[in-house]
């Protein structure tokens, strides 16, 4: 049994389709359909099954996988201590976050100062950042969300209150502070169903005993700014200051409307320098803001 051989079946598993699975990994078809052959030989039973030219990965093949994939993911993190040691290369982190917008200060900064690390990010849901780091698939995640997984650690490096973002004309722009029930008839913009953000707003409104009424979702922080800018309707918003300075930012009383944002990552598998560094450094960057 080859590497080689495991690394094929794996895209293949993935994809459940021979030629689609070749032009990934740039080979010929029919060299790819001998190795997978060449494999089952010598595992000694079908991992697919095969109808008119289909392939599913049946019970065999899933069983199969699981170990496959645990196997090249310790030769992975062997060859990444191995390198560190050796002190071959500067180092690599995947990063998975289910939003950039607190996180890209710091990320520039930490990539100034190590400008040969190379750093892959990928954006998901807080749900799938979990699965990506118990599988191996990223070393480290940053959400908003609270993770409650086995064999998964955090640290939460920035804690953030909401304000209800009004224009500096609107009725409520003169109070000093609110209830979220205060604002139970006003014209809202959201997020988009699902965006993390406002999955967390939700929250806040359940709490509140309110269903708010929205006249417009998007899925980013700065379109939020600019439509209560125009006075189209208000918003639940987490940055003060700055570009947000002609807005009208109003202290919440009730509910505590805070975001909590982490660094999360396993606890079981290897996790590289590179990667400890920078859980390090931008755990440092917030606690001196």
């Given at each position: 049994m080859e590497l080689l051989q495991l690394q094929y079946f794996r895209?293949?598993?993935?994809?459940?389709?021979?030629?689609?699975?070749?032009?990934?990994?740039?080979?010929?078809?029919?060299?790819?359909?001998?190795?997978?052959?060449?494999?089952?030989?010598?595992?000694?039973?079908?991992?697919?099954?095969?109808?008119?030219?289909?392939?599913?990965?049946?019970?065999f093949g899933r069983a199969f996988l699981n170990k496959v994939e645990a196997a090249l993911g310790l030769l992975d993190e062997a060859k990444k201590e191995v390198l560190e040691l050796a002190g071959l290369e500067q180092g690599s982190i995947h990063l998975a976050t289910s939003?950039?917008?607190?996180?890209?200060?710091?990320?520039?900064?930490?990539?100034?100062?190590?400008?040969?690390?190379?750093?892959?990010?990928?954006?998901a849901s807080t749900a799938e950042i979990a699965q990506?780091?118990?599988?191996?698939?990223?070393?480290?995640?940053?959400?908003?969300?609270?993770?409650?997984?086995?064999?998964?650690?955090?640290?939460?490096?920035?804690?953030?209150?909401?304000?209800?973002?009004?224009h500096p004309k609107h009725r409520l722009a003169n109070r000093q502070s609110i209830r979220l029930s205060d604002a139970a008839d006003e014209p809202f913009i959201g997020y988009k169903e699902g965006f993390v953000f406002q999955r967390m707003n939700d929250m806040f409104f359940r709490e509140a005993g309110i269903s708010p009424k929205f006249v417009c979702r998007v899925d980013e922080p700065a379109a939020v700014v600019s439509?209560?800018?125009?006075?189209?309707?208000?918003a639940l918003f987490g940055c003060k200051g700055g570009e947000n300075s002609d807005l009208t930012l109003l202290p919440i009383e009730y509910p505590v409307c805070q975001r909590n944002y982490q660094l999360i990552w396993s606890e079981k598998r290897y996790f590289s320098l590179a990667a400890r560094k920078f859980r390090d450094f931008v755990i440092q960057y917030f606690s001196s803001r």
């Open positions: 895209t293949v598993a993935k994809l459940e389709h021979m030629t689609r699975a070749a032009q990934e990994l740039r080979i010929a078809q029919p060299a790819l359909s001998k190795t997978i052959a060449r494999l089952e030989e010598h595992v000694g039973v079908s991992l697919f099954d095969r109808h008119g030219g289909r392939i599913r990965l049946n019970s939003t950039l917008t607190r996180l890209s200060e710091p990320l520039g900064k930490f990539l100034t100062l190590h400008p040969h690390v190379n750093m892959q990010i990928t954006q990506l780091i118990e599988t191996g698939a990223v070393d480290i995640g940053f959400t908003a969300m609270p993770v409650d997984h086995p064999g998964i650690a955090y640290a939460t490096v920035l804690k953030e209150d909401l304000y209800l973002a009004v439509l209560v800018r125009t006075g189209l309707g208000v």
